[in-house]
Nanobody
Framework: QVQLVESGGGLVQAGGSLRLSCAVS????????MGWFRQAPGKEREFVAA????????YYADSVKGRFTISRDNVKTPVYLQMNSLKEEDTAVYYC?????????????????WGQGTQVTVSS
């Protein structure tokens, strides 16, 4: 059974930082991609960042480029999302997800497993 568990969310002031982590268990393959998504109240879930199975190639939404960093040491360690210079508009529930493919995509429906989400609230 595949499980993804996010942690690290919380309340932070604008301009501050948070680091989210996502621990994955139950996957038998090492060639999978990881993504972070977020969903604000009344909005659709949107792509934030992704990291390829090799842990090298990374991809970001334009809205977070230069402020957020996704990383992973290897397939056995958590995936992290370092979020700096946070803005009020970053407030959302953040989800990590697994895509069982070597191709990285930003489409929500193309991911196979999801975590339960962690709340990030940025205050002014």
């Amino acid at each position: 059974q595949v499980q993804l568990v996010e942690s690290g969310g919380g309340l932070v002031q604008a301009g501050g930082s948070l680091r989210l982590s996502c621990a994955v268990s139950g996957l038998t393959s090492s060639t999978y991609n990881m993504g972070w998504f977020r969903q604000a109240p009344g909005k659709e879930r949107e792509f934030v960042a992704a990291i390829a199975w090799n842990g090298v190639n990374t991809y970001y939404a334009d809205s977070v480029k230069g402020r957020f960093t996704i990383s992973r040491d290897n397939v056995k360690t958590p995936v992290y999302l370092q979020m700096n210079s946070l803005k009020e508009e970053d407030t959302a529930v953040y989800y990590c997800a697994v895509r069982k493919s070597i191709l990285v995509v930003s489409t929500v429906s193309r991911y196979d497993y999801w975590g339960q989400g962690t709340q990030v609230t940025v205050s002014s």
